[in-house]
Nanobody, 119 residues
Framework: QLQASGGGLVQPGGSLRLSCAASGIIFSINDMGWYRQAPGNQRELVATITSGAITNVADSVKGRFTISRDNAKNSVYLQMNRLKPEDTAVYYC???????????????WGQGTQVTVSS
């Protein structure tokens, strides 16, 4: 129910914009966010954003990455600038959502999109 896109190969110093759209049966969405996992590493938080647009950004990307969302489109975005080789990872979006008013809140994950920063 989460579809991520926008990854690719970029040179150091370049930019990419990731998008993630939630679809299907969704009553409401709470927090949304981006996480990443590099080979041999655990998945780590990149940035999150609440439904009221309060953001939390990891220190490693602060000042370079910006998270935003469009509640009308059930979408979250990650603008990545001044990319570094250490940003190379699979990026996953996540949404804390519920399918109906009576449903419990559940963490939905996107399929992941590869970001490779290399010259």
């Amino acid at each position: 129910q989460l579809q991520a896109s926008g990854g690719g190969l970029v040179q150091p110093g370049g930019s990419l914009r990731l998008s993630c759209a939630a679809s299907g049966i969704i009553f409401s969405i709470n927090d949304m966010g981006w996480y990443r996992q590099a080979p041999g590493n655990q998945r780590e938080l990149v940035a999150t954003i609440t439904s009221g647009a309060i953001t939390n950004v990891a220190d490693s990307v602060k000042g370079r990455f910006t998270i935003s969302r469009d509640n009308a489109k059930n979408s979250v975005y990650l603008q990545m600038n001044r990319l570094k080789p250490e940003d190379t990872a699979v990026y996953y979006c996540k949404a804390n959502a519920r399918a109906t008013r009576a449903s419990i809140w559940y963490d939905y994950w996107g399929q992941g999109t590869q970001v490779t920063v290399s010259s």
